[in-house]
């Protein structure tokens, strides 16, 4: 059996995004994902995080993953490069466990967003080709380097072009599709023979093979802009990639009921009230709109609350939706409703926002959350809005609806 161990290195002092590695993205901590990566590949017989910090190392045993040794403080520097820590991982190993692994995979914490073949699809194509000394994950580069240009001598003189190609004599004039193709590389996935990193003094070796991944998983995370736009990403559920939870269910192709929590959903979840105790919510018309669209493609609503409060009564009577208020025990009111309306729970959907919503996500086919939900309602959520509660999420999901009924 091949031995392959797959090492995911994370210091802890990210100076961009502070505490980046254990940071939550899109309800889990950022390393998360790189460790289901290696757990749920078929190939990968162990996974070891390499870090210097003892919170990381106990996120990642919280994961599953191992942490058999802290990593010395001088590979933990801004500059430290990845051929050393990978060095030190391997040649401890040996010395301390006699483990010696076949094939070493790079997985770094940065690109999260993995098909989920990835791992075993780069480990299999190394195997496959005995001359390879690594497989690295790359993807058709956005930008073509043969229209790029030089200025050796400033921007006050003449410019060179960056690459020719024989037989086009001036590429950056050419069209695009009779230039020859290019990769970028990505930091999804490396697989690496521990000879090359030992041996040669390389993280890739001399002959290096590719794994082709698709374009739409490019994912590296260096700043908060990218945090924001990649967690919507990975919160949408349009891709079929590693995920460190339960797995994600798809929106039934049949829906025939919609169930709502109220206040952080149809609300804002912040309340309004006078010097005589009386309380007003805040709501958006664009939801409104959007369950009466609902109704009129035949697909029933209905509100569960906790809340008592008669501005439950008075916001679902406005918008002509039936509701429950004053609910402790939600799971055991929407048993009951689905089978009094003799609704199939696979056909039923249910959007929260908070903890008392969670008993009811397994009751039915799909379960969403608000885009400003709890994280521990986010991580157990099939499908995470991108709008906040109060701010247009119920119409997100009935326009969401209604377009996969067409």
């Known amino acids: 059996m091949t031995e392959t161990l797959a090492i995911i290195p994370a210091r802890g002092g990210s100076k961009g995004i502070p505490r980046?590695?254990?940071?939550?993205?899109?309800?889990?901590?950022?390393?998360?994902?790189?460790?289901?990566?290696?757990?749920?590949?078929?190939?990968?017989?162990?996974?070891?995080?390499?870090?210097?910090?003892?919170?990381?190392?106990?996120?990642?045993?919280?994961?599953?993953?191992?942490t058999p040794f802290m990593r010395p403080a001088e590979l933990a520097q801004d500059k430290t490069t990845d051929l050393p820590v990978f060095e030190q991982a391997l040649t401890w190993l040996a010395e301390n466990e006699g483990y010696r692994p076949d094939v070493v995979v790079q997985l770094r914490p940065t690109s999260p967003i993995r098909p989920r073949t990835c791992v075993d699809d780069a480990v299999r194509a190394l195997l496959a080709h005995p001359d390879a000394d690594c497989v690295r994950g790359v993807v058709p580069a956005g930008q073509n380097p043969h229209k790029m240009w030089r200025l050796p001598e400033g921007k006050n003189a003449p410019m060179k072009n960056l690459l020719d190609v024989p037989g086009i004599a001036?590429?950056?004039?050419?069209p695009r599709q009779i230039l020859p193709?290019?990769?970028?590389?990505?930091?999804?996935?490396?697989?690496?023979?521990?000879?090359?990193?030992?041996?040669?003094?390389?993280?890739?070796?001399?002959?290096?093979?590719?794994?082709?991944?698709?374009?739409?998983?490019?994912v590296d995370i260096d700043n908060l802009y990218d945090w924001a736009k990649y967690e919507w990403l990975v919160s949408s559920g349009d891709l079929d990639m590693v995920w460190p939870g339960k797995a994600r269910r798809p929106m039934p192709e049949r829906v025939d009921l919609l169930v709502l929590d109220f206040d952080g959903v149809l609300t804002d979840n912040r309340v309004w009230t006078d010097q005589d105790g009386r309380e007003m919510v805040a709501a958006s018309r664009s939801d409104s709109y959007g369950l009466n669209l609902l109704r009129a493609a035949g697909i029933g609503t209905v509100v569960i609350s906790k809340e008592?409060?008669?501005?439950?009564?008075?916001?679902?009577?406005?918008?002509?939706?039936?509701?429950?208020?004053?609910?402790?025990?939600?799971?055991?009111?929407?048993?009951?409703?689905?089978?009094?309306?003799?609704?199939?729970?696979?056909?039923?959907?249910?959007?929260?926002?908070?903890?008392?919503?969670?008993?009811?996500?397994?009751?039915?086919?799909?379960?969403?959350a608000v885009a400003d939900a709890l994280p521990e309602v986010t991580r157990?959520?099939?499908?995470?809005?991108?709008?906040?509660?109060?701010?247009?999420?119920?119409?997100?999901?009935?326009?969401?609806?209604?377009?996969?009924?067409?």
């Open 181 to 218: 193709p290019v990769y970028w590389q990505t930091g999804h996935i490396d697989a690496i023979r521990p000879a090359a990193i030992l041996e040669k003094g390389s993280m890739t070796g001399d002959v290096i093979y590719p794994l082709v991944i698709d374009p739409r998983y490019t």
């Open 170 to 174: 001036e590429p950056y004039n050419a």
């Open 308 to 368: 008592r409060n008669p501005v439950v009564a008075a916001r679902c009577e406005k918008m002509n939706v039936p509701y429950l208020q004053g609910i402790d025990d939600k799971a055991a009111v929407l048993q009951n409703l689905l089978a009094e309306r003799g609704v199939d729970p696979a056909h039923a959907i249910y959007l929260g926002n908070d903890l008392n919503d969670l008993p009811c996500f397994p009751l039915v086919g799909w379960a969403v």
């Open 20 to 66: 980046k590695n254990i940071r939550p993205f899109a309800g889990y901590p950022l390393i998360a994902y790189s460790i289901a990566a290696g757990l749920q590949s078929e190939l990968v017989t162990r996974v070891i995080v390499s870090t210097d910090d003892e919170e990381i190392a106990a996120i990642a045993r919280e994961y599953g993953a191992e």
């Open 380 to 406: 157990q959520a099939d499908f995470v809005l991108s709008k906040k509660g109060g701010h247009g999420a119920v119409r997100e999901l009935c326009d969401l609806v209604l377009s996969n009924k067409k």
